[in-house]
């Protein structure tokens, strides 16, 4: 049984914290990592560490963001270090290390496919975002204006501004409560979600234009290989929000975008609505993630890509009818 009084005992006797989330890290990850770091710091006298592997400009009006640390040196033992809305502990990359060495460490996620990687794990697969957890750790009375924003940005994003599936009346008394201590909702929506650069318009729009529906309308995919990323000078923040605009195409059930890292090496990710597990696919293939939100990794062309996932969207579509 997880303890949070326990927990926060222990970081009350500890010298050096760390926090870190994982790689490609997307709004619930900075948000929490952010929240608990303004958490700690705010009533606690530790040192703390916060590693996150790198940081979008839209994130750095966050308190906290300056301290960030993007790259991952040698560090002594952390007296208790937290592993971040990592899904397993692959996805901490560089920040393995730590986790090992630390005397005491935490997992503190909501992705269902976890398996407990940590001394200490709490998962909460029924929450929409890390940062809800986090709330619920937190008492109301230490958090403070700082903190807040950072847990209210992160649940904006892993609902999609509240209108995913996994948004249940938990998470909108959450979102309220955070509001009290004066977080600008306005501020976090526009800044973060749905503004976007001139160049993020572009490749939206290339992406929407190039893409394709198959299984009678029900799949979407649309795909960007190397060359297009060179034209571009695309980093990996530019296809952020590409995903979730495909998965609005009427009639679609599952939207794929298909990024390519390395020669024939094709990032996944994948978005269903209402019946598909993409989680299981993805899970299938060494990735994982949420039931309507997931990724993994897959080699060879981009047909063979699109016909591996297919075909498992079609077998489970195949099960549920």
């Known amino acids: 049984m997880f303890d949070k009084e326990v927990m926060w005992q222990t970081v009350s006797e500890a010298a050096r914290v760390g926090i870190a989330g994982h790689i490609r890290p997307d709004g619930d990850c900075v948000g929490s990592c952010l929240g608990l770091y ?29 301290k960030v640390i993007t790259t991952f040196p040698d560090e002594k033992p952390y007296d208790v270090f937290f592993a971040i809305d990592c899904g397993d502990i692959e996805r901490l990359g560089k920040a393995e290390k730590y986790l090992k ?24 697969p029924e929450a929409a975002a890390t940062a809800e957890v986090l709330f619920d750790l937190a008492d109301p009375e230490k958090i403070t204006k700082n903190c807040a924003e950072c847990l209210y940005l992160g649940i904006v994003h892993d609902t999609g501004v509240f209108k995913h599936s996994n948004t249940t009346r938990h998470t909108m008394e959450v979102a309220g409560a955070l509001l009290e201590y004066g977080v600008s909702s306005q501020k976090v929506i526009d800044e973060t979600f749905y503004e976007k650069t001139y ?20 799949v979407i995919i649309s795909a960007v290989d190397r060359k297009i990323q060179a034209l571009y000078g695309l980093v990996s923040s530019d296809t952020d929000g590409v995903i979730d605009q495909l998965r609005e195409t009427k009639g679609v059930e599952v939207a794929i975008l298909l990024k390519e890292m390395n020669p024939r090496v094709w990032r996944v990710s994948m978005r269903s609505r209402y019946t598909v597990d993409v989680a299981a696919i993805c899970s299938k293939f060494g990735g994982g993630g ?3 939100a997931a990724g993994c990794m897959l080699n060879g062309s981009v047909h063979d890509v699109i016909n591996t996932l297919t075909r498992e969207i079609e077998a489970q579509m195949g099960q549920n009818e």
């Open 290 to 292: 949420h039931v309507r």
């Open 101 to 124: 060495k630390a005397v005491v460490s935490y997992c503190i996620d909501h992705h269902g496919t976890n398996p407990g990687f940590a001394g200490e794990n709490l998962i909460v």
């Open 199 to 218: 160049l993020q318009n572009q490749i939206l729009g290339r992406c929407l234009m190039e893409s394709i529906l198959c299984m009678d309308g029900k």
């Open 38 to 66: 303004n958490y700690i710091t705010g009533n606690y006298s530790c040192e703390v560490d916060v590693f996150i592997e790198e940081l979008e400009e839209d994130f750095s009006f966050m308190r906290g963001s300056e």
